[in-house]
């Protein structure tokens, strides 16, 4: 059984830049969430994908988005990056909105300069 | 609004001394209470799931425990290998499957 796995592990952009970041999820599961840690913090959520539409959104404003392909994989889009979404971003894939548990990877982490 | 918050915000315990972490909640509609361990750089480990005031889950030397209005983590016996942060988080009525977290405690044991 395969776990979640996201790339790249750490990236480095410029402000006003746009990046894209990927997930797997684990095999079986047909959900998956994004989330934003800032240091020292924990993850805020951005967005959850199931079925390969939006299915709820926290407080991030629309230039953060997201895709979900047939086969659960997604990719979490931001657009004109600014500093302060330099954090560590990660997948969670679960089995619908699963009470048993939300498998995380290890995140991207994004440095905006 | 949904919140969690955690205490302490940093615990350092000597191995073996055993300790108790907090997470005081307020959601409406609980459909379950998470419990994670982080270690630096890493993404969140799955530790529980508790789901209604009353249950207790163990794991070797972690034991969770749930009232209506807080969880505890109970650490006995830590060994350095513990060392991390732990989240708390939880799951309310909404249909977004969202979690929300708390700050986490960062545990550091001594040998």
């Known amino acids: 059984e395969t776990g979640v796995t996201q790339s790249p592990t750490h990236l480095i952009k410029t402000r006003g830049q746009q990046v894209t970041l990927r997930c797997s999820s684990q095999s079986g599961h047909n959900t998956v969430s994004w989330y934003q840690q800032a240091l020292g913090q924990g993850p805020q959520f951005i967005f959850q994908?199931?079925?390969?539409?939006?299915?709820g959104r926290g407080n991030f404003p629309p230039r953060f988005s997201g895709l979900q392909f047939p086969n659960y994989s997604s990719e979490l889009n931001v657009n004109a990056l600014e500093l302060d979404d330099s954090a560590l971003y990660l997948c969670?894939?679960?089995?619908?909105?699963?009470?048993?548990?939300?498998?995380f990877g290890s995140g991207t982490r994004l440095t905006v300069v | 609004e949904d919140q969690v918050t955690q205490s302490p915000e940093a615990l350092r315990l000597q191995e073996g001394e055993s300790s108790s972490l907090n997470c005081s909640y307020t959601?409406?509609?609980?459909?379950?209470l998470f419990w994670y361990r982080q270690d630096p750089g890493k993404g969140p480990e799955f530790l529980f799931t508790?789901?209604?005031a009353g249950e207790e889950k163990e794991k070797e030397r972690l034991k969770a425990t749930l009232t209506k209005k807080e969880s505890f983590l109970h650490i006995t016996a830590p060994k350095p290998e513990d060392s991390a942060t732990y989240l708390c988080a939880v799951h309310g009525s909404s249909n977004t499957g969202k979690l929300i977290f708390g700050q986490g405690t960062t545990l550091q044991v001594k040998p």
């Open positions: 508790l789901y209604s």
């Open positions: 969670a894939s679960s089995i619908g909105q699963s009470e048993y548990g939300y498998t």
């Open positions: 994908y199931y079925r390969e539409e939006e299915n």
């Open positions: 959601v409406s509609g609980l459909r379950g």
